[in-house]
């Protein structure tokens, strides 16, 4: 990041030309932390700036005065399957540990890091040592004392060989990362702990994303007692430091919070607990809205949208969302290894009807990872369907008959089982015969992970800096590439994107990666999807986050009760 950068951000503010939420999402994407940037802020400005770790007093206009108690009841869309995040990467995981345990690095509702467990940090000249500094007097939900010796055991256990962690790769560019990882070094000298109150994390490079990547569901804080009492097994328990208290757990039923009377935010939750039902059904969950049943609903199902928000007595929230929704190709499995095949499929994609049965209109096609509205994308033409040119290259590949195959997609979410179902219509169309199933995400994600499947209709949302999501599906050899992908030249520019702190030139970067993606075709990406959430009048204080979190439960209160 140069100089110019930066006076260009306080110049803007100074001016009034922009609103503090975009400032602080390109502050972000800058790799300036929000307390360096009050600090401009207020050089640019002329007097003092004050901060707030609250998301309501930061982005909240003037309202009522928050009420305390009363309970929310809330549908969720999808059955978490287990509360360990570093199990799986489903999102209905994460929107359960959101609510129970803490990480160190936040994000903002406009992405930008924000102090969370860490109070403070800082970042060496080179950008490699990253120095947090902890916050005092927070405890566990079972009383336990937090320390730095819970921050070490816990992104420790994300490299242990033994975790299995499916966000592994996070980390490793944490000095000494890829040997532990790997078994051939029993410490990991890159996370340490000279004190109590202070983690020190070494990297081997640095790394533009590497807050952002603190703050997301596999780099939350847990407390080592608590874990080797279970000898590592939490899939069913859970002890956090977060605002609200894991009671119950009834598998593709509920899960119930109760409120942290000791949560380190003074005055927060407003809330005495969440009672959480599991509704995939679209058609439940809007019902139980409306009859007052429940109190919120995510995933407020596309096709209700207009009828939700036209409804006395709800309000909706939301709009854009980070997120992809692709068809997965197995380039180990044949004859999907030949790119001919691959470009068939492709070549017959036509997104407008899969937009409008999976998402009723609120999306965009695209054939990229990232939306051109994302940083790291870029305008593109979405190339219309070519049925022939699709026959053609299948004859040419040897087969101009088609073939059988097996597609596969995730149960509980309309918008996939929905392009799935008009994706196996439009593979017909050339001859490939999809047996497709939709499958609960726990026998989904272990299909992935074993490489057991053919094609599938999957996505990958919620995140925050591009790296992540680009090595994690597309690094050869990470865990998370379920595909079987590998180009030497894509390996070479993820390593490069993550490194880079300039913007305009990691846009750059991930613009040739993804005309590589382009040509290759791991995936096939359909469309980028709003998302929005359904509530009652009554809940006050949510704020929609563009990766979907529901964070700022911890700053709802209800009104009238």
């Known amino acids: 990041m140069g100089k110019s950068d930066i006076h260009e951000l306080t110049d803007q503010l100074a001016r009034e030309r922009t609103s503090r939420r975009r400032l602080l999402g390109r502050a972000a994407a800058l790799g300036v932390s929000l307390s360096a940037f009050s600090g401009l802020a207020a050089s640019a400005s002329g ?4 901060r707030s770790t609250g998301l309501a007093s930061a982005f909240q206009e003037a309202s009522p005065v928050p009420v305390a108690g009363g309970t929310l009841n809330v549908a969720l869309q999808a059955d978490p399957s287990t509360l360990d995040p570093l199990k799986a990467g489903l999102t209905a995981i994460w929107k359960v540990i959101e609510h129970i345990n803490d990480s160190v690095i936040r994000v903002d509702p406009s992405l930008a890091p924000v102090p969370g467990l860490a109070e403070s940090w800082e970042i060496s000249e080179d950008g490699t040592v990253y120095t947090f500094h902890l916050r005092s007097g927070i405890t566990f939900h079972d009383g336990a004392p937090f320390t730095s010796d819970d921050v070490v055991f816990s992104w420790t256990r994300v490299l242990d060989p033994a975790t299995a962690a499916v ?98 935010e003074a005055g927060l939750p407003y809330l005495d607990g969440i009672e959480a039902v599991i509704a995939s059904d679209d058609t439940a969950r809007t019902g139980a809205l409306i009859q007052g ?97 699709a026959k053609a290259l299948l004859a040419e590949a040897g087969y101009p008959d088609g073939f059988e195959t097996t597609l596969i997609t995730y149960a509980p979410y309309s918008f996939m089982t929905n392009s799935a179902i008009i994706v196996q219509e439009q593979l017909a169309q050339i001859g490939i015969r999809a047996d497709y199933s939709a499958l609960e995400p726990g026998t989904i994600s272990a299909q992935l992970i074993a490489r057991d499947f053919d094609l599938v209709v999957g996505g990958s949302n919620s995140w925050i800096d591009p ?25 070479e520019l993820i390593e490069r994107g993550g490194l880079e702190t300039d913007l305009a030139v990691r846009a750059e970067i991930y613009r040739e990666l993804q005309e590589i993606l382009l040509v290759d075709l791991p995936w096939v990406p359909l469309f980028v999807a709003n998302q929005y959430e359904a509530m009652k009048e009554k809940v006050q204080g949510f704020i929609h986050f563009p990766t979907g979190s529901n964070a700022s439960f911890r700053e709802v209160w209800l009104s009238g009760e």
């Not at 409008?356 to 033409?381: K, L, M, N, Y």
């Not at 790296?467 to 180009?487: E, K, M, R």
């Open 47 to 50: 007097g003092s700036a004050s």
């Open 167 to 264: 966000n592994a790769a996070n980390f490793l560019n944490v000095k000494g990362g890829a040997a532990f990882l790997a078994g051939e070094a029993t410490e990991l000298e890159g996370i340490q702990a000279p004190d109590e109150a202070t983690v020190v994390v070494t990297l081997e490079q640095p790394e533009a994303s590497f807050l952002t990547i603190l703050s997301t569901a596999g780099s939350v804080i847990f407390s080592r007692a608590f874990v080797e009492a279970h000898n590592g097994d939490i899939s069913q328990v859970a002890n956090g430091t977060g605002p609200f208290i894991f009671r119950d757990y009834v598998p593709a039923t509920s899960v119930s919070f109760e409120k942290n009377p000791n949560y380190w």
């Open 293 to 389: 049943a429940v109190d919120f609903i995510e995933y407020a199902p596309l096709r209700d949208v207009d009828t939700l928000q036209g409804t006395d007595g709800i309000k909706v929230a939301g709009d854009s969302l980070t997120n992809i929704r692709y068809l997965g190709i197995n380039l180990a499995r044949e004859p999907f290894g030949d790119v001919r095949v691959r470009t068939a499929i492709s070549k017959v994609i036509d997104r407008a009807p899969i937009i409008e049965s999976a998402v009723f209109g609120h999306g965009i096609g695209v054939d990229t990872v990232f939306a051109p509205s994302f940083w790291a994308g870029f305008e593109r033409e979405v190339p219309a369907p070519d049925i022939e040119g």
């Open 467 to 491: 790296h992540p999501v680009l090595l994690s599906n597309f690094g050869s050899g990470q865990d998370g590439n379920t595909t079987s992908y590998s180009n030497p030249a894509v390996d």
